[in-house]
């Protein structure tokens, strides 16, 4: 199972908790069992079925291009994080 890191604005639909195992190898499968484990997240890490834009996930420490359907290891860590913009 992946570690899955529960940024603190999202810690309120997990009870409180900082992170979590959840199963799954792909990002489409963490977020889909993420979703069973705690209603409501799926609604914030998802838009029509890509990554929401202000979003960026990073799998152990690297920012993912492929969003969605980036490979996901045993026992990796996922970081959902506020995609950060400037100019």
């Known amino acids: 199972m992946a570690i899955v890191y529960i940024p603190s604005l999202m810690r309120g639909l997990t009870g409180g908790q900082q992170s979590l195992n959840v199963p799954g190898t792909t990002v489409r499968q963490i977020i889909n ?3 069973e484990a705690c209603p409501g997240m799926k ?3 998802v838009d029509n079925n890509r990554i929401k834009t202000n979003i960026s996930v990073a799998i152990d420490g ?3 291009p492929l969003g969605m359907l980036e490979k996901v290891g045993e ?3 996922v970081h ?3 995609a950060i913009g400037g100019g």
């Open 43 to 45: 609604d914030r890490l």
């Open 33 to 35: 069992n993420l979703e």
């Open 75 to 77: 026992g990796s860590e």
């Open 80 to 82: 959902f994080l506020p």
């Open 62 to 64: 690297v920012v993912s």
